[in-house]
Each structure stands twice: as C-alpha cells, then as structure tokens.
C-alpha cells in the first residue's frame, strides 16, 4: 500500500497529479484545506491537500503490522531511554510519594506555581490597592464593613476564571467551585483546595469506557456522530488496535451509502488489516452479516452523518442499531470533534439521543487549545467518554481517554 499526500490550487489539481504519479486506481482517503503561517498567510492563495492511497499486490499485511510496531516500539523505546536517563535520587523521591495528595501535588505543582504568581501583586499596584482602602474606609464609616476578600478566596475565583479561560461552561464551573467551597476550611493551604477541585473534577468525569469484549459472542459497536468529525479515520485507529495488538477478528461495516468517499477509505483500512469489509444498505443485511461475522470478536459499523431536519434518514440509521439488540451485544459511540462550539454540540447530542445510549469520543484534540468541551458534554449528556484522538496517523494518534490529564489541562497546567 502506498499512501501519499499531494498538495494543490484545487482538490482536483491535487487528484489529477496524484493520478499522473501513481496511476488511475488511486483512493482518496482525505482533503483538507492547508493553512498557510505568517503574518500575511491570509495574501498567500489557498491550497488543498489530497492524501491518496494505492495498493500493490506484493505487500503483506506483515508488512503493514510490522511498521505499525515498528512506530510503537520506536515510541517504548524512548520512554525507557527517557526512564533510564533520570536520577536513581529523583526516582527514589518519586517512590516515596505514595499519599494520594502528594500525587496530586507532584501532578500539579507547575499550576499551583502559576496560580500563587498570579496572585502576588507588585508592590506597586499592592500599595494602590491599600491607598484606595484606605480611602474606602473613611467613605464608609459608620456602615458594616463587608469581610474582606481571602487569598483561599482569590486562589477559587482564580481556578474559576482558568476553567472559563478553557472553555468550561459557566454553569458547570460555578457548581465545582460552589461545591469545593462547601467543604472547604477558611485559610486552607493552596494545595489542599487545589488537591479537593482536582479530585471532584476527575470524579464528574468518570471511568473511561473503552470497548469491551463482550460477554459471549461478538459485540457490535456503532459508530455514529456529524459529517467531519473523522468517524472513519478512528474506527480504522480503534480496528487496528484490536487486529494487530490484541489479535482480534475484526470486521468493517459501514452504513455511509451517501458518500463514496468514506467508504472508499474504510474498504482501503480494511484491506491493509486484511480483515472483511462490507456495505451495507437495509436491516436485512446487518442481520446477515452479523449471521456471517458470527465467529468474529467485533464488528464495528461506520454510520452517515445525518441533517438534524432529515427525519427519514434518522429513522433509517435508527432501524439498522436496533436491528439486532435481541440477538448480539452492542455499543453506540458518538463521535464528536472537540473543535466544536458548545452550542453547536448540544443540537448534536440532542439530535442522536432518542437513537440509543452512547459513549463519547473526541477528536481533533491536536486542533484546539481548550478541553473544556469534554467536560461540558459530560455533564450535558451524562454519558461516559471511550477514547479521543490527536491527529490522523492510523493507528497511533487515539488512546483512552484519560481523565487525570484533561483535568490537569482545565486547571492550567500543561500535559
């Protein structure tokens, strides 16, 4: 399989030199427009990148396997490297910490850091401040003094304001800060207060919830969510990871009839993974399928992204998820990209929710600065979060989601 990305004018400049290059059985796997950088990026003329696909008969899925472990190795490798080159001392100290507070402080302490920056004053615009009270009290002689602001006090607000800064909803935001403040001591120590909003915010997100084998027989796992969103590069990511580190039987399914392209991509993944691929178009044929794949681990269905006003193809994609629910284990992930606006999000969850309960899984982490859209949405929804992925290399660019580092990143501290 070669797999390469042409740039040009037009998508189809692009098409047409990838043609020119490697031969008219090309596949389009992806376009996207490309950024231009710099100051005048907006006078430079817009470019669209083709990334296309084309096999050869000579090559091997051991081949494919072995350059996907190849990267993971790679990738293990340096993390030992990394371990062995620190300290034997610093190793030794970071054994010793084994209090769940201290974990929190060592995961934490770059943001405590920033926070109790933040909140020394220089001296000159501390000594205004005290002139400016100065003369507040002689204004209000005689009233009820109000209590004045504690540093504790300045440390919430300013955890409040860097959960806004990330895009945490408003309301969400005030109800962790109105709880932790219900607990809290007056004049507790930073890390104590910061150690409680950590820990209720991991708790708001729950345990990740990957895909699990399922009881007996095969699970069937959908994947539905809008158009854009990269449904088809992650069912390829999470595929791989089953086919080629846990050895599973996999098929490919999808649903997507209104565009040739994804399927195109998918039967490409497909035929890289050496597992089945299959298009399927009624109710009829999920049911033969899952009576053919009966012996196989999972099938995982790609699904079309759908218009919120299209009643018709709602019901239709309806139809194919509960087609079997007496029959076969199954899952529905909604797949979301977490470049999205809040409110954009919230139509999209409320249109797919009269489908069937969901997992959440975002993508496009690699696009945005600001996670606080996963956190919205699961408190919005109620529903767990599976995976999110970074970037478009299948299969390396989709982990588990991890609780512990979205937190750290909502609260300022980097990953």
Not at 358 to 372: A, N, P, R, S, V
Not at 393 to 402: A, C, H, K, S, W
Request: charged fraction near 35%; include cysteine.
């Amino acid at each position: 399989m070669i797999i390469k990305k042409f740039t040009a004018k037009t998508e189809k400049e692009a098409i047409d030199s990838a043609r020119a290059e490697l031969g008219e059985g090309v596949v389009v796997m992806n376009v996207k427009p490309v950024k231009h950088k710099g100051f005048f990026a907006f006078l430079k003329t817009p470019m669209v990148e083709v990334t296309v696909a084309l096999e050869e008969e000579s090559e091997k899925y051991t081949a494919a396997v072995s350059a996907i472990n190849n990267v993971i190795a790679n990738s293990q490798m340096k993390e030992e490297e990394q371990e062995k080159s620190t300290p034997v001392t610093e190793k030794a100290e970071k054994r010793e910490k084994k209090d769940s507070n201290s974990a929190i402080e060592e995961k934490l302490d770059s943001l405590q850091s920033l926070l109790e920056q933040q909140l020394q004053k220089p001296e000159e615009e501390k000594d205004k401040d005290d002139e400016d009270k100065d003369k507040d009290r002689e204004k209000e002689k005689g009233k009820e003094e109000t209590p004045e602001e504690t540093e504790t006090d300045k440390f919430m607000r300013l955890l409040h304001n860097t959960m806004l800064d990330n895009e945490v909803d408003e309301k969400y935001a005030q109800e962790i800060i109105d709880e932790i403040e219900l607990v809290n001591k007056p004049n507790i120590p930073f890390d104590y207060a910061l150690a409680n909003i950590y820990q209720k915010m991991i708790l708001k997100f729950g345990k990740p919830a990957g895909i699990e084998p399922a009881e007996s027989g095969t699970k069937l796992v959908f994947f539905i969510g809008p158009t854009g969103v990269g449904k088809t590069t992650t069912i390829a990511k999470i595929a791989s990871k089953f086919r080629v580190d846990e050895k599973k039987k996999v098929a490919l399914l999808t649903a997507d009839t209104y565009r040739i392209a994804a399927a195109e991509q998918l039967r490409t993944y497909a035929n890289i993974l050496e597992v089945p691929f299959r298009v399927i178009y009624t109710v009829e044929e999920i049911t033969k399928a899952l009576e053919d794949f009966r012996d196989y681990d999972y099938i995982m269905i790609d699904t079309a992204g759908h218009s919120h006003q299209n009643t018709t193809q709602k019901d239709n994609m309806r139809n194919i998820i509960h087609a079997v629910d007496d029959r076969v284990e199954r899952e529905v992930h909604l797949v979301l990209s977490a470049t999205t606006k809040y409110r954009d999000l919230i139509s999209i969850a409320d249109s797919y929710k009269d489908m069937a309960d969901y997992k959440l899984i975002f993508t496009k982490l690699d696009e945005t600065t600001t996670l606080g859209n996963l956190l919205n949405l699961r408190l919005y929804t109620g529903a767990s979060l599976s995976y999110v992925t970074c970037g478009q290399n299948v299969p390396d660019d989709i982990e588990d989601f991890n609780p512990q580092k979205t937190v750290k990143r909502l609260l300022g501290g980097k990953n």
